[in-house]
């Protein structure tokens, strides 16, 4: 093969791209890994700065079932520790220990919305319930990282008595899939209380995913020295395993019919699959099917029709800070993976009908009536708050601090307001803002042991990791879904409408997050073993 031609080439050295490599270069294919940014990694991340280390993307992980099948699978080793989470509620705050938990959170919401006890009681049963699910879903290691030839034990002793269990509640899940808000309101009557449970979610999850994470919440873990070990530890197995990873190159065009990718430099490459692990309105709008039968060029204009039309999910807004107080003070009031909501009022109509007419008549509307709605927006809003060095205390400098403030937060406000050229004083405005509800409410040291703070917006994030809308977990939730969103299905979410391309990660299925980009990279490499086995057989497809 000469220099620039491939077995494989994986765009995008996210999670999703990063398990692609480490699984095809360890059948020994020719791969090369490309990404645009210095690091791998994508929100998989961690940086330092003063000698305070932050996680840049998602704060800690959860397995899944899948995180760390695939690890032992790939015989890699990384330390972690458990991430411990807590809940907090105006002064109220809860550590969440084990199952257990789940009663005294009922107590918790019975203590804050005591009008609404019965209404509790039920979604308590629900939950419950999701949860019982969840470790039916959760229960083995997930078959897709086992070697079902030759693990007999694992297919007779745990697949087999597993498989009728996990037929039987995908079908209760996916009587679950409706919107949770609109869920919530056959249950509860109480707008508040609905809020206080549902508001950290993105806008239309899922009704079974929004209510497991009381589930997740005890399965998140930490790898020690920042998630961004993940990715470290995979990317040296790539490297390990004699696959190429090749940083700092942005892929600009893809044609298709010639296998071939160009680069930022026009430096071009020429793969036998291809597997695009990066946004993928970009790849539909770079990518040329000259050349291919009209069926394939005609379901790939579908296909691209429906991708263009549809939005990326919630972006976040991160708050970094640092702190000039002891680690041990933060961790005496809550664990270092917090979600607090400062006001039991909940947001209302705040992040959505009020946050729409502000966008919608972003032209008229003052930057006063921005700002108030502002004021509103964070003292009612949840946030998620992470201490790294709570989680492994190697992360700050002695007797410091780091601390990441963050919540959702709407891309199309910080792109008008950019547009409108007062994106840094509203940064400054939100902020302030931020900093004042948290200090007046769980963590008043913040109020002047500041050392320095900075912070990234949706903005920040698609400028980064390119994603759409600055998405952090793929599509946003609607009726119609551009890709495959059903458990049973995801097989085929790997799949695009060029047969030697293949897509993984947070958009090629719904609902995503780490653990369901890792499983489309696994997915993907194993698509492309196949159709490789199959060359190797002789059988070579006609699609042009
Ligand atoms: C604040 C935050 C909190 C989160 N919390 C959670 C959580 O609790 N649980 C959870 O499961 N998930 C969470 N997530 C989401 C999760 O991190 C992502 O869904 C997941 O990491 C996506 O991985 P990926 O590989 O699919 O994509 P990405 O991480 O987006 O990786 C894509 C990569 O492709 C590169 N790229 C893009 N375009 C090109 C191009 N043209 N050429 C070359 N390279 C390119 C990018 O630079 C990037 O490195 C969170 C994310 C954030 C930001």
Same mark, same amino acid.
């Not at 296909?303 to 263009?308: A, P, T």
């Not at 458990?487 to 947070?506: E, F, N």
């Given at each position: 093969m000469s220099e620039n031609t491939y077995n494989t080439i994986i765009v995008g050295g996210g999670i999703a791209g990063l398990t692609s490599a480490a699984y095809l270069s360890r059948s020994k294919q020719k791969v090369l890994l490309i990404e645009k940014n210095k690091e791998c990694g994508g929100l998989v991340n961690s940086f330092v700065r003063d000698g305070f280390h932050f996680d840049a993307g998602v704060r800690a992980l959860e397995d899944a079932g899948i995180i760390f099948p695939m690890l032992k699978d790939l015989g890699i080793q990384l330390d972690v520790v458990k991430s411990k989470v807590s809940l907090g509620i105006e002064n109220r705050i809860l550590h969440i220990e084990n199952l257990s938990s789940l009663k005294q959170y009922r107590d918790l919401l019975k203590e804050i919305f005591p009008e609404?006890?019965?209404e509790i009681d039920e979604v308590i049963k629900i939950i419950r319930t999701v949860m019982k699910h969840m470790d039916v879903l959760y229960g083995i290691e997930n078959p897709v990282f086992k070697d079902l030839k030759r693990d007999r034990e694992f297919i007779f002793k745990k697949l087999l008595p597993w498989l009728p269990r996990f037929i039987f509640t995908v079908g209760k899940i996916n009587r679950m899939n409706m919107p949770v808000e609109e869920y919530l309101t056959t249950v509860i009557k109480n707008t508040s209380l609905r809020d206080i449970i549902s508001q950290h979610f993105f806008k239309n999850t899922p009704t079974f995913f929004a209510l497991s994470y009381f589930s997740l919440y005890l399965d998140y873990f930490y790898p020690k020295g920042g998630v961004g070990k993940l990715p470290e530890v995979l990317k040296n197995k790539i490297l390990e395993n004699g696959g190429e990873i090749k940083t700092e190159t942005k892929i600009i065009e893809v044609t298709a019919g010639k296998c071939l990718l160009k680069d930022q430099k026009n430096l071009t490459y020429k793969y036998d699959n291809l597997i695009w692990a990066a946004d993928l309105k970009t790849f539909y709008k770079? *990518?040329?099917t000259e050349g291919f039968f009209p069926g394939i %060029? *005609?379901?790939?204009?579908?296909? =691209? $029709?429906?991708? /263009? %039309? $549809?939005?990326?999910g919630d972006s976040v807004f991160s708050l970094f800070l640092e702190v000039d107080e002891p680690v041990e003070n933060f961790g005496k009031i809550a664990n270092g993976h917090f979600f607090y909501t400062p006001s039991k009022t909940g947001l209302g109509e705040t992040h959505r009908k009020d946050l729409n007419s502000l966008i919608n008549d972003f032209e008229k509307v003052e930057k006063t009536q921005i700002l108030d709605w502002l004021d509103r927006f964070t003292k009612l809003n949840t946030y998620e708050i992470s201490i790294p060095g709570l989680k492994d205390p190697e992360l700050v400098p002695p007797g410091k601090t780091g601390m990441i403030i963050s919540f959702l937060a709407e891309y199309d406000l910080f792109d008008k307001i950019q547009k409108a050229g007062w994106l840094d004083e509203f940064i400054a405005e939100l902020e302030k803002r931020v900093l004042k509800v948290i200090s007046d409410s769980v963590y008043p040291m /913040? %109020?002047? =042991?500041?050392? &320095?703070?900075?912070? !990234?917006? +949706? /903005?920040s994030i698609e400028n980064r990791v390119g994603t759409s809308e600055g998405a952090i977990t793929g599509w946003s939730f609607q009726k119609n879904m551009p890709v495959i969103n059903k458990? #049973? !299905?995801?097989?085929?979410?790997? /799949? *695009? +409408?060029? +047969?030697?391309? !293949? #897509? &993984?990660? #947070?958009w090629a299925y719904s609902p995503a997050g780490v653990p369901m980009s890792i499983l489309t990279g696994k997915l993907a490499a194993d698509k492309v073993l196949k159709q490789t086995r199959k060359f190797k057989a002789g059988q070579y497809p006609d699609f042009k």
């Open positions: 609404s006890e019965g770079i *990518t040329s %060029k *005609t379901d790939f204009e579908e296909s =691209k $029709n429906s991708i /263009l %039309k $549809n939005r990326g /913040l %109020k002047d =042991k500041i050392i &320095a703070r900075f912070s !990234y917006t +949706p /903005l458990m #049973q !299905y995801s097989d085929r979410s790997v /799949l *695009t +409408p060029i +047969p030697s391309i !293949y #897509q &993984a990660g #947070q």
